[in-house]
């Protein structure tokens, strides 16, 4: 955490504009020199690095995340506001991309067929394109299909309107970026799973089942996917980061009002506790998750349950 409000005030400090010239920039309007003067005292702009230091962790001793320099909302209630929009969709994502990813995986690990080496090829493919090549291309498509292209609902409902009609149209928006998430998610998952797969078939317990002559897809049920599980784990959560990284830069293609729209608004706004805020909530979205995998991980490895229990 110390890091990482050291690196947020440091760069913001080092970038050219603050939160009062920023905003105008943007907007293409001017404001006088003594208007602005006001505004950086009032919004605590005139402070050197130091005195923003200070100020940034004497708020986070206290337990406050600050407020936002912009509009004056408290950052733990925008944050709170942005997560409720991120969460469904990496959730979503992850209980799509994880399944079919190990699924597609386990298949292509089989060989044999060239359409299996063709599906493991693209998914080599796939996770070496950039997320927003990737972006760029679905909209295309979209386009010309109808879907929406942004957003997170269509304008101008009614107060009245059917709370399930609400919802469907949410869903229809989320359609693209789920896509692109679960795509992306499933990939790395099956690149792993194929790899670790192949490797077990060496293992004693898989070439004592096939020396008895089990059928193979047997073999593979009851063998070869509790250790690709086991060590499968480990592997997603060490890139935890990127799967979040990517839920982040999708949100800012697809303009979805979550965690990471927010934290690129706000960078742009040059509004440090908000920056500084987004940060920390997926730094510990990282962490969280990489100790929920490793838990996983010792769960389903019986071998380590037994050197833990002795």
């Not at 995340?65 to 992850?94: E, H, K, N, Q, Y």
């Not at 493991?120 to 950039?130: C, F, G, K």
């Not at 989320?174 to 077990?200: D, K």
């Amino acid at each position: 955490m110390i890091a990482l409000v050291l690196l947020c005030e440091g760069l913001l400090h080092l970038l050219p504009g603050d939160a009062t010239t920023m905003p105008l920039l943007a907007a293409q309007e001017s404001i006088s020199p003594a208007g602005a003067a006001r505004l950086r005292s009032a919004w605590g702009q005139d402070l050197s690095l130091p005195q923003r230091l200070a100020e940034r962790f004497s708020d986070l001793l206290s337990g406050h995340l600050g407020t936002s320099v912009i509009d004056g909302r408290p950052v733990a209630d925008a944050l709170a506001r942005a997560l409720a929009t991120s969460a469904p969709l990496m959730l979503l994502s992850l209980l799509l991309g994880l399944p079919g990813g190990f699924a597609l995986g386990m298949w292509t690990a089989g060989g044999g067929s060239r359409a299996r080496r063709m599906a493991h090829a693209a998914t080599a493919l796939w996770l070496a394109t950039p997320v927003f090549a990737l972006v760029v291309v679905h909209l295309r498509v979209a386009e010309h299909l109808g879907l929406p292209l942004a957003g997170t609902g269509s304008l101008g409902w009614s107060p009245d309107a059917p709370t399930w009609q609400v919802w469907l149209d949410h869903l229809h928006h989320m359609l693209l970026p789920l896509w692109v998430l679960s795509s992306l998610h499933g990939a790395l998952t099956a690149r792993y799973t194929h790899g670790l797969a192949r490797q077990a078939r060496h293992a004693p317990p898989v070439r004592l089942a096939s020396a008895r002559g089990l059928p193979s897809a047997l073999v593979r049920r009851r063998y070869v996917a509790p250790l690709v599980l086991t060590r499968l784990a480990p592997l997603l959560s060490a890139r935890m980061a990127t799967v979040v990284a990517s839920n982040l830069v999708v949100e800012i293609l697809f303009v979805w009002p979550g965690v990471g729209h927010l934290i690129w608004t706000a960078m742009k706004r040059r509004d440090a506790p908000l920056v500084t805020g987004g940060l920390i909530l997926v730094g510990t979205t990282v962490y969280v998750a990489n100790r929920l995998a490793d838990a996983t991980s010792t769960s389903l490895d019986p071998m380590r349950r037994g050197r833990q229990a002795a």
